[in-house]
């Protein structure tokens, strides 16, 4: 089959970004919207648009049968979810193959298999990927939780199976509060979720966030795209993320690497992954999979040169990867800061229209947002707004160009997470790459 209009199952940044990979394979777009969203970028610039309900996300971006209809009635041959939104739903992807729409995604199997944690880490350790001690599989009593800890040791984390976001994890510190956490991360797993399944994990005491994005072409062959390094994380929410990590060298990459994409061959994975591991004492351990493109994924296409969402429409297009393992190279530093509509150092979520908008230019700077002056934030969704991605030759010559680009840009109307980010690159510990993922948490804490 060949794609020729592709729907575009999202919003914001992402939905732009898909457009434009779209756009330049001479692929039509079509975007679909809620009623909020009438004046965003991406429904301008698609070639066609299509309003599929009021605000909330659930009576619009996540309801199928009006996006479904939407790719119907607009003759779309492909429907790309972007992350978030229907993205990880299997049976959403069912759905779109059954109507004989290509899926821009991975086979809903596997996304099923890895939306379930408690199935994910199991899939994970069959193919060899070194794991987080911890309940062999769900824990169902308090008995079960409390052997399970006693043998791993206190602290335990407790994590929700149908997990996401950090919603549904609890850290127990001993025995006597594991009774009420566990019951707390169950009740909040199932508000959220519909799921109460929770597991045991040991509690790592001050690991790294490294993950690696890995491409499948669904059959057999895959590959790895090196490791970012999400360390700086508020709330389980990354909040600045490069590639490579500070912390590995050419040998872990490899090793790792290797392994991870021997795994994703073995399983005969289909597009765009990414395998999160925390890392400690120069350790590995896998906590879970997303089946998804990430919003971090710009800084692997800066040091690899190799765009991913063009590589995902090729392959739901049944064509092969356009690239080998071994003509990959990973070069030069690449930094995202993540800026949102909110105040730089409560968090407070600030919508509200945009007056005056200038974005960074210059070698190496990449903005992925729709932000324009007159636009409008709307109160309903997450509150990104854009991503700065800024390239270096070296970590140093990045951080620099970093900088440069942050005093360039300028957002007024909300607040934004830009003087976070100005501040956060003065921070020894931030230049050196000598940061955890409790790096960001007590730093803001001593702040005040
Ligand atoms: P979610 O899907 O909810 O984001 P993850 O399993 O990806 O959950 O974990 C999110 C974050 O929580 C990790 O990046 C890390 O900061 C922290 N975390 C998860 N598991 C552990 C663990 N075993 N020990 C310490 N921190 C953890």
């Known amino acids: 089959m060949t794609i020729s209009r592709l729907l575009i199952a999202n919003r914001g940044e992402i939905a732009l970004r898909i457009h434009r990979a779209a756009h330049e394979m001479g692929i039509e777009t079509v975007a679909v919207h809620s009623t909020a969203d009438t004046d965003a970028m991406h429904v301008r610039l698609a070639d066609h648009a299509i309003c599929i309900g009021p605000p909330a996300a659930k009576d619009s971006y996540l309801n199928q049968a009006a996006i479904i209809s939407a790719a119907e009635i607009s003759g779309a041959d492909a429907i790309h979810p972007g992350y978030g939104f229907l993205s990880e739903n299997a049976q959403f992807a069912e759905i779109v193959e059954a109507h004989d729409i290509a899926w821009i995604g991975p086979k809903p199997e596997h996304i099923r298999t890895m939306g379930d944690k408690v199935a994910a880490k199991k899939t994970a350790g069959a193919l060899g990927l070194p794991l987080v001690p911890g309940s062999d599989g769900a824990v169902y009593t308090t008995e079960e939780a409390a052997r399970v800890a006693e043998e791993i040791g206190y602290p335990v984390l407790v994590k929700a199976a149908s997990g996401g976001g950090g919603r549904g994890m609890k850290v127990i510190p001993s025995r006597d509060q594991l ?19 929770v597991y045991i994990e040991k509690y790592l005491g001050n690991p790294r966030h490294i993950e690696f994005q890995v491409f499948g072409d669904g059959n057999g062959n895959a590959i790895h795209l090196g490791e970012r390094d999400c360390s ?18 050419q040998e872990d990459r490899e090793r790792m690497g290797g392994i991870v994409a021997k795994a ?24 879970e999979m997303n089946t998804r493109l990430q919003v971090e994924h710009p800084v692997t296409e800066a040091i690899t040169g190799v765009d991913l969402v063009r590589e995902q429409i090729r392959v739901a297009d049944g064509k092969p990867l356009s690239i080998k393992q071994d003509e990959i190279e990973f070069k030069g530093h690449a930094i995202e800061c993540r800026i949102n509509a909110e105040d730089p150092f409560n968090f407070a979520p600030s919508p509200g229209k945009i007056t005056t908008y200038h974005a960074p230019g210059g070698m190496h700077v990449r903005v992925d947002s729709g932000l324009y002056a007159g636009y409008s934030i709307p109160p309903y969704y997450d509150s990104m707004i854009a991503k700065l991605i800024v390239y270096g ?3 140093e010559g990045c951080i620099m160009r970093l900088k440069r680009a ?18 956060l690159l003065e921070e020894p510990d931030i230049l050196n790459g000598d940061y955890s993922i409790k790096w960001l948490e007590e730093w803001l804490e001593k702040r005040g």
């Open 179 to 197: 009774e009420t956490l566990v019951s707390q991360a169950k009740s909040e797993a199932k508000a959220a979720f519909g799921d109460d399944t």
């Open 232 to 249: 700086l994380q508020r709330r389980h929410q990354k909040v600045l993320e490069e590639a490579p990590s500070p912390v590995l060298g």
């Open 393 to 395: 030759r070296t970590r």
């Open 264 to 287: 994703m061959a073995e399983m005969g994975y289909r597009g765009a992954g990414t395998i999160e591991f925390l890392w400690e004492n120069g350790e590995f351990y896998f906590i």
């Open 406 to 423: 942050l005093d360039e840009m300028v957002v007024e109307g909300v607040k934004t997470s830009i003087p976070l980010h100005c501040a």
